[in-house]
């Protein structure tokens, strides 16, 4: 009997020729292009839905195809860029800021310091992490990665004093950077909510007599900082995570644009605590953020920082989750972007505290509360931290 041809498989065919079985071509394969097309793949479409090329940016004729209305969690990397949150961008360093991360950041660890023994743990557990979906591949993986504080009091890695660690945190909308054309925003759409994965900053004093530990704080300084909240559960993030799973629909081409998302909304959130402070802008040193970002094979530890009103995520290092050696390098900057938040910068933060406490009465400030959602409450106009100097926010959103 002979046997029959295969058809070919749709999987293999063009998405335009899918859409419209015509022959024309495909738009070209850049990571922009890819960025659209995975975003467009994990809206909800129905079915009678014209498809829309990936090349072009939606048409504020045609409002349903916005990338802001598709119930999407990240903004693809051009809607970023309307909002001047620029990845990878071919700007270097401000010279400040290179110093600090070849001086600081990225200084070998001391050979006379023992490796951490997490790397080998982290390349033990990779191989399952790889099978599971995304929740449970990060609980696999990311207590070795990164670290806990001793408020989350988790067995089997060290647990650092002063910090806490936790996931899927929600941060206020109002320090998203605001795009700076209203035409495009109307395009564009918002940005959609900062939430990282993981999220690393100051234990608040509750927390710690809770878990009767320390607290890096003062009362005095808390309730200062308690009218000035990023986020419910810790003071001024350091660190940030967003992970992806092999058997997820988002790649870390995504978790890439939500870190962008999550870092400059932080960036911004420092940068006008300092503003308020000192009365003019911060060095890029005190105002920068890190993140990391994963799939499970591969890892990223990227900075975030703001020039001229423009957010930049520039990469540090990149990492794999099978190769010891790599991984031990990771960490070893990692530990350096701790020590650095425990040392230097909770200085800073703390240094500036009274002055920002005396600028804020200069004038009235408007009162940005928290919602369960992250934003600020309906009943406010819609306002964004470049025009104001500083928002408010209630110390009873505080737990």
Not at 55 to 67: D, I, K, L, V
Request: aromatic share 8%; charged share 20%; glycine share 6%.
């Amino acid at each position: 009997m002979p046997k029959r041809k295969r058809a070919a498989s749709e999987g293999c065919c063009p998405l335009s020729s899918r859409a419209s079985h015509s022959k024309s071509s495909s738009p070209p394969l850049t990571t922009a292009n890819l960025e659209l097309l995975q975003h467009s793949l994990s809206a909800p479409v129905p079915a009678h839905a014209p498809v829309i090329p990936p090349a072009m940016p939606p048409s504020a004729s045609n409002r349903s195809s916005s990338p802001s209305r598709s119930g999407t969690t990240y903004d693809a990397i051009q809607k970023l860029e309307e909002y001047n949150i620029f990845i990878d961008d071919a700007q270097a360093l401000p010279d400040c800021l290179q110093r600090f991360v070849d001086d600081v950041i990225l200084k070998p660890r001391d050979p006379a310091t023992a490796p951490s023994p997490n790397a080998k743990k982290i390349v033990k557990r990779q191989r399952a992490a790889a099978r599971v979906n995304e929740a449970a591949g990060r609980e696999q993986l990311v207590p070795y990665l990164l670290f806990q504080g001793e408020f989350n009091d988790r067995e089997g890695v060290e647990l650092v004093p002063f910090i806490n660690c936790l996931p899927e945190e929600r941060l206020n909308r109002f320090f998203l950077p605001p795009c700076p054309d209203e035409k495009k925003k109307k395009t564009w759409g918002p940005l959609t909510q900062p939430r990282p994965d993981t999220c690393i900053g100051y234990l608040q004093r509750g927390h710690a007599r809770a878990a009767g530990c320390e607290a890096p704080f003062t009362d005095t300084e808390q309730t200062i900082l308690n009218n000035y909240v990023i986020n419910k559960s810790m003071y001024a993030p350091f660190l940030t995570g967003q992970w992806k799973s092999p058997l997820g629909t988002e790649n870390i081409l995504v978790a890439r644009c939500q870190a962008a998302r999550d870092g400059a909304t932080v960036v911004s959130y420092l940068s006008t605590f300092y503003r308020i402070a000192y009365g003019r802008e911060p060095s890029p040193v005190d105002a920068c953020h890190f993140s990391v970002i994963g799939d499970v094979i591969t890892g990223q530890i990227w900075i975030h920082y703001q020039l001229e009103g423009a957010y930049y995520m520039h990469k540090l290092c990149s990492f794999a989750y099978d190769d010891q050696a790599s991984l031990e390098r990771a960490r070893g900057y990692l530990h350096n972007i701790k020590h650095h938040a425990l040392g230097t910068r909770l200085q800073s933060i703390k240094d500036a505290l009274p002055a920002f406490e005396a600028g804020k009465r200069v004038k009235p400030f408007p009162v940005v509360d928290m919602t369960e959602s992250g934003g600020p409450l309906p009943s406010l106009p819609d306002t964004d931290a470049s025009n104001f100097r500083a928002p408010m926010t209630p110390a009873s959103v505080v737990s």
